[in-house]
């Protein structure tokens, strides 16, 4: 199968013109709305080209539940095998630079960086403060994943066709909490928007997941207690409907609208088998220790995040039955930032935000004289993590950040907590991007 291939510069220009054209053949109404540039947008319009932003940066099927396929949620299936694009990051074999998850996320994020740096670009010329703080949320959304898989990458907030080479990770982190705190001080408050537009709290949500990415844990904890404090929303007592009815959920700080008229990304068709209700692919499937270990007696999570598929001739399949219809994608919910300022505070306070977690999961709390040190605490949130927060986009990077990732079967070695950069991207940067080591 051959590979194709761009460099940065071919990133740039083809999405800005190559995603309105292609839209513009399926639907002549929204080619304007998709195909980005500095000329086109103007202060009457710049609301129209933001919408189309929000559209595109739906995340990608697959790609959003990468940490969950490589951290050791899900294994393969009959059909897709362990050579496939999820068996390579289940396993760690023949993982390269011609990885699809590599070269899927680089276009992505570049893509939407490139379209919210001309909107953020147009707006600068009105001061429309509150639109450049939903670009710069977006842009800021899109660094978090490229370090977050990649380490240092090239860093663009003023477009160019050139080649760029990376910088280091700490800039990338930089660039994220300062994108971050301009749209904290500029956005609208939570209860005067939608949860699917950027506002102060989703904002606040996504800084307190940096911080606590950066081991500012006191800090995260700070701002996470603030979004709780400030935001009007309380957990949500009924776990499936956090993810199968997703705008009656009461804890939701911000996720992408994924309209079936917009970009109808329906995630259960990864894991559902064909001719059941929710037919898809079922490339992916729970792990054993998932369906035998993970749960505790009585935990009514398991049953909306694994369930039992009876086949017509009397076998079943154990899928991943988190989701069902076209819902609204999350990226922050409110349950979150209370395992953030768990995890934050630590065992003296921080013992309260698990345990209200537990509470509104209808399962026994914690006392701290049962556990015996903070390490062992840390341990206890990041297993009520996993539980809360499967197949949401979180584990293997909870692994890594907290140095546990390479205690995993398939990882042999730190180097590999990040992925490599597409080959084609190194190869046609003309000698400007370097591979991350190991690869």
């Not at 989703?202 to 996470?224: F, G, H, I, P």
């Not at 959920?249 to 001719?275: K, V």
């Not at 919910?333 to 698990?354: D, K, P, V």
């Amino acid at each position: 199968m051959k590979t194709k291939k761009y460099s940065i510069k071919n990133i740039l220009l083809f999405f800005s013109l190559a995603i309105g054209f292609q839209s513009c053949q399926n639907d002549l109404d929204i080619y304007s709305e998709n195909a980005i540039s500095p000329e086109q947008i103007t202060e009457s319009n710049i609301q129209f080209f933001l919408n189309g932003l929000y559209r595109t940066s739906t995340p990608i099927r697959d790609d959003y539940f990468y940490n969950d396929i490589r951290g050791g949620n899900y294994t393969w299936t009959a059909l897709s095998g362990n050579n496939s694009k999820f068996g390579v990051l289940i396993t760690g074999n023949g993982l390269d630079d011609r990885n699809a998850f590599s070269s899927s996320y680089w276009q992505y994020c570049y893509k939407n960086i490139y379209n919210a740096n001309n909107i953020i670009e147009a707006a600068e010329k009105t001061n429309n403060t509150t639109i450049i703080a939903e670009a710069k949320y977006i842009r800021a959304y899109m660094y978090y994943n490229l370090v977050t898989i990649f380490g240092g990458v090239p860093l663009i907030t003023t477009n160019t066709t050139a080649n760029l080479p990376r910088v280091s990770a700490k800039e990338i982190w930089d660039q994220i909490t300062n994108d971050l705190d301009y749209s904290i001080s500029n956005a609208k408050v939570l209860s005067e928007t939608s949860n699917d537009r950027v506002s102060i709290q989703a904002s606040k949500a996504l800084k307190a997941r940096v911080l606590l990415a950066l081991n500012q844990k006191t800090e995260a904890a700070n701002l996470a207690t603030e979004v709780i404090n400030e935001s009007g929303l309380k957990l949500d007592s009924d776990y499936g409907r956090i993810f199968q009815a997703t705008k009656s959920s009461s804890e939701i700080l911000f996720a992408f609208a994924n309209l079936t008229t917009e970009s109808n990304t329906r995630l259960s068709q990864l894991f559902w088998p064909y001719g059941t209700q929710w037919a898809g692919s079922y490339f992916v499937q729970p792990s054993e220790y998932v369906v035998n270990e993970l749960y505790e007696t009585n935990d009514k999570r398991k049953e909306i995040n694994v369930k039992n598929i009876t086949n017509s001739d009397g076998t079943y399949n154990t899928i991943i039955s988190k989701y069902t219809d076209v819902q609204p994608i999350i990226v922050s919910r409110l349950t979150e930032m209370y395992f953030i300022a768990a995890e934050g505070y630590g065992l003296g306070t921080g013992l309260s935000y698990l345990n209200d977690v537990r509470t509104t999961r209808n399962l026994p709390t914690y006392s701290a004289i049962d556990i015996s040190s903070e390490d062992a605490f840390l341990n206890l949130v990041l297993l009520e993590r996993r539980k809360e927060l499967y197949s949401e986009g979180f584990l293997f990077y909870d692994l890594v950040r907290t140095n546990k990732a390479i205690n995993l079967p398939n990882i042999s070695q730190t180097e590999q907590y990040v992925l490599p950069i597409p080959g084609s991207q190194v190869i046609l940067s003309d000698g400007m991007l370097t591979q991350n080591p190991g690869y």
